[in-house]
Structure formats: structure tokens, C-alpha cells
DNA sequence: TCCCTCATTTTGGTATGACCAAACTTAGAA
DNA sequence: TTCTAAGTTTGGTCATACCAAAATGAGGGA
């Protein structure tokens, strides 16, 4: 048992300046010498280097903080600022599991922030409008330097949006693959990790859009056109396809939400 | 003074069972009802609604508990994921900043996940071959829709780079503002995240090469023909010249690293 | 023998309380 | 009024404790 006075902390102490600058030599950093970035760094470097592979369990809280001679209290604060960094994945009552960053890992990562960037339409509006800047870029370059093999998948992609017309739902998730062969045409991962982003983080206000088979029609109708031109081997109306979908698209979705530009 | 046995708390106390399930009903999330969760969303959202104002400090974290009824190591663990998110600046000894997140700040937050994944020499070819594929994306629009303002702003930008050509630092300095240009071109705050994003992460390779007012003049010549191609109103030509600068600054890295590829 | 159930042990989540040292504040000296 | 020193917050860290859910292992039934 434990018998202490109720009061608070609040009582200075005036003993101090005696050993002044003997604590941190640890982390280099000029304005950083807290404990749990030491531990974060090390951990970090464990992970970089497969010594804790990817979808492995960290160590239990109680041996890490005596591997680095730590309270529970730092190395709780390491393990949540890794999970905030997307080096491990820590559901609530669970081992945080490892996880080796890709760059899916950094988009996820960000998740968060950049919801709150959204909160406003114009955020919305410029993360689109970057989409469409990308996705042009993509077809442009698919239309110009697109191999056979990558031209079957997009063929297939389009068989697959068209089969799905009448299933909204369906529709909807053929046409991201749609798009998303166009990010994996470059074979950077890179862009299909953007690809993910945008789907992710648009997807609040396309969910919510009403859909039907009409529509449905329209978009594959625009897909069709995007991939004729592209094996037409036409960056221009590839690119002109491209944009008066997207376009569409966004005027549909700012009329549905009533933005203001 | 406080008298307790030194033993740990590995006793297990077995009246369990009887209350469960009556603690969270906090975050409403299905596998997240952490106490800080709340906490962060709480905060997170008073910085959205400007109740607490950019650059503002934070309550002082003991000010907080009393607030969220919460112990001090929950508020910690709040603040530390705010951090960790960009959403305050936490220095060591500080009263945390608020910080409204923007684009740069996204990028910012995701810096040491991305550096690690340019820890192998693929990585830093991805990340590049994806920035040459913006920037030729960029000059394109640029060569087909840059107005006078910003053509003014982009022959500036290049004529600070020429008088710099002695000075390789400054030079240095120069390249990245003439590039810079071309990302605030489309008037998206997106890109000149981006831009940012791609010189401190590439920083780190770039800085190391060796430097020379010959390196420097041939650099300022592809930047003069990019600049022409673009009042020219010629996109083909400004995505060749683009394409031809950043893959010789690759190939002068990639020696310079041993790179394999 | 193998699967399922239940008791036991770990282990993450949270709370207290305490202490230090650096930052901040303020009152008094120059 | 300005500078300085004392006093007061406040962030960083530690140690301890308890709970409840997850993981584990032992025993019983198919």
C-alpha cells in the first residue's frame, strides 16, 4: 500500500543548477533532446535494417523500456510517435505490428492532415484539380508510350467498368481500377500510391454523390474515349478525354455539394 | 513520503468480467477507443475552427487534464500525436505551437518516413523519375498556358540563375527557384508543396556532388532552353529540353553515387 | 488425436504522484 | 527605466499501481 500526501506537484524545488548540461548528449539534434526520440531513432533504425521485419510485433512495452533503460512513460511516447509515422501499426489493445514503409505507408501516414485540408472546398478543389494535372500527364504518356501488355489491362479495365453499368457499386470500384492501371503504367510506386490517396481521400464526397446507370453510361462512355485515344496513340485527345471527364466529374460533384467555384 | 513493496505489477487481479464494455463509449471508432484518440480529435478540431489560432501555444498540458478529465500521460500522449501529425510544433522545452496544417506541413510530417525509403538507391530513382514526370507535365502546361505575369516571373528567375553561375551555391539556390517557378505556375498550392518536398528529400544527394561554374553554365543553358521553348509556345520542345536536364543531373548523380541504375 | 472451453498470464491503457531543470514572470536593485 | 535575481510555472521523466482485453496454456469432450 501506498500512503502519500494528496497534494500536487506544484511545490518547487530549489535545489538545482548544480549538474546543469550533463543529461542529453543523445540525440545531436540542437533543439531535440528528448528521451523517447532516441528510442524512436532506434527503433526506426531496427526496422530500416530487417532486424524487426515487416508484420512482426514489437517487443512488449515492458522489455523495451528495460532494453533502453526507459520508463513505460518514454517508451509509450516512442511507439506512439512511430505509429503516427506510419513505422508500425498499433490497433488499441494489440501488439503494435512493424511495418516497413512504403509509399502507400507515407499517404496513410498522412491520412489525417490532409482531411483536415479538406475541410474547406477550395482544399478540395486544388487536391482535384492536381489529380487532373496528373492523370493527364498519364494518359499522355500512355498514349505515347504505352506497351502492349499495359494496354490489355487498361482493355480489361474497361470490359470490366462496362460489364458493371448497371451495378453502381460495382461501377464504382471498376472505375478506380480504370484510373488506377493509369498510375501503374509509369512502374513507379510512387503513383499508384497517389492513386490510393486521392480515391481515399475524395472519396467522402464521391460516395455520397447519387449514381445510377445513366451516369454509369456517361463515365464509361468517357473511358472508352480515353482508351481509344490512347491506342490511337493521340496524346492530345487522349488528354482532351481525359479532362472533359474529370471535368465533368467535378462539376457534377460541385453542383452536388454546392461549392462555390 | 510514500511506502510501497518494489515488486512490479505483474500480480494479476482476477474480478474481472463483471463491468465490461461500460469504459469507451468515447470515440465511437470501432478499434480505436484510446483516450488520447478523443483528445487529439478534440483539439484537432478546435485548431480547424480557429478557436485555437495559428501559432498560438497550447494550455498548458496540466490545464488540459483538468479540461478532458484525463491524466497527465493521456494529454501527453495527445500532444505527442498532434506533433507527430503536424498539426503543433513541439520543441523540447516549449509550450507547443499550433500550427494550421497546409500542404507544405503534410509534406513536412512525412519527411523521415519518405527518407527512409530512400535508403536504398531505388528509391531515390522513383522519387526522381516521378519528378521529372511533374515537371515535364509542368513545362507542357507552362509552354501551352503561362501568362505574361508569370513568364516575367520565370525569365527573373533565370536571370538571377546566369549571374550566378560564378558562385555555385548561390547557383544552387537560383536552380531551385527557377524550378520553383514552374510548380507555382498552375496556382495550386499542391505543387509548390511538392516542390519542396522534392529538394530537401533529394537534398541530401544533390548537396554532396561536386559543384562548378562549367557544371553551372551547362545547367543555365538547359534552364535558357526550357525558358525559350516556353515563350516559344512550344510543349514538345520544353518537355525535350526538361527531359534532357533532369536526366543528365541524374546520370551526373548516379556516377557520382555509384548508382546501379 | 484434435478441437473447444476456461482459467491464467501477459500486456496495453490509464491514473497518481513526485522530482528536475528549463522557461517564464515579476519584483526589486542599479 | 533597465537589468537582474528570485520565485513560479510548466514540460520531461520516472516509478508504481490497477484494470481489462489479448494471448496462452491446461484440461475436458467429441
Redesign the interface.
Known amino acids: 500500500?501506498?500512503?502519500?500526501t494528496l497534494g500536487?506537484d506544484f511545490g518547487p524545488i530549489k535545489l538545482s543548477n548544480a549538474l546543469k548540461g550533463a543529461q542529453a548528449v543523445k540525440t545531436g539534434s540542437d533543439?531535440?533532446?528528448?528521451a523517447?526520440d532516441v528510442i524512436v531513432a532506434a527503433i526506426?533504425a531496427r526496422?530500416?535494417s530487417g532486424e524487426l521485419p515487416d508484420k512482426h510485433p514489437l517487443p512488449a512495452e515492458?522489455d523495451l523500456m528495460q532494453e533502453f533503460g526507459a520508463s513505460r512513460?518514454v517508451i509509450?511516447?516512442a511507439i506512439?510517435?512511430l505509429s503516427?509515422?506510419?513505422?508500425v501499426e498499433s490497433?488499441?489493445r494489440y501488439r503494435p505490428i512493424v511495418r516497413k514503409?512504403?509509399?502507400e505507408?507515407?499517404l496513410h501516414?498522412?491520412g489525417?492532415?490532409?482531411r483536415?485540408?479538406l475541410?474547406d472546398s477550395g482544399g478540395v478543389r486544388?487536391?482535384y484539380?492536381?489529380r487532373i494535372?496528373?492523370e493527364?500527364?498519364l494518359v499522355?504518356?500512355a498514349a505515347t508510350a504505352a506497351q502492349k501488355p499495359e494496354i490489355e489491362l487498361l482493355r480489361e479495365a474497361l470490359r470490366l467498368n462496362e460489364l458493371a453499368i448497371p451495378d453502381s457499386n460495382e461501377f464504382y470500384r471498376t472505375d478506380i481500377q480504370f484510373h488506377g492501371v493509369l498510375y501503374r503504367m509509369?512502374k513507379?510506386?510512387?503513383?499508384p500510391a497517389v492513386h490510393q490517396g486521392y480515391t481515399s481521400w475524395l472519396a467522402p464526397h464521391w460516395e455520397k454523390m447519387l449514381r445510377s446507370p445513366e451516369r454509369n453510361q456517361v463515365n464509361y462512355r468517357a473511358h472508352k474515349s480515353i482508351f481509344d485515344a490512347i491506342i490511337d496513340r493521340d496524346p492530345e485527345a487522349a488528354d482532351e478525354a481525359l479532362t472533359n471527364h474529370l471535368n465533368a466529374a467535378w462539376e457534377y460533384v460541385r453542383v452536388t455539394f454546392e461549392l462555390d467555384e
Chains 1, 2 share one sequence.
Open positions: 500500500m501506498c500512503i502519500t500536487r533543439n531535440h533532446p528528448r523517447a526506426a526496422i530500416a515492458r512513460t509509450r511516447e506512439s510517435a503516427n509515422r506510419g513505422l490497433r488499441p514503409p512504403d509509399y505507408t507515407v501516414a498522412t489525417d492532415v490532409v483536415h485540408l475541410a486544388n487536391l484539380r492536381s494535372f496528373i493527364r500527364a499522355r504518356e509509369p513507379n510506386p510512387i503513383f
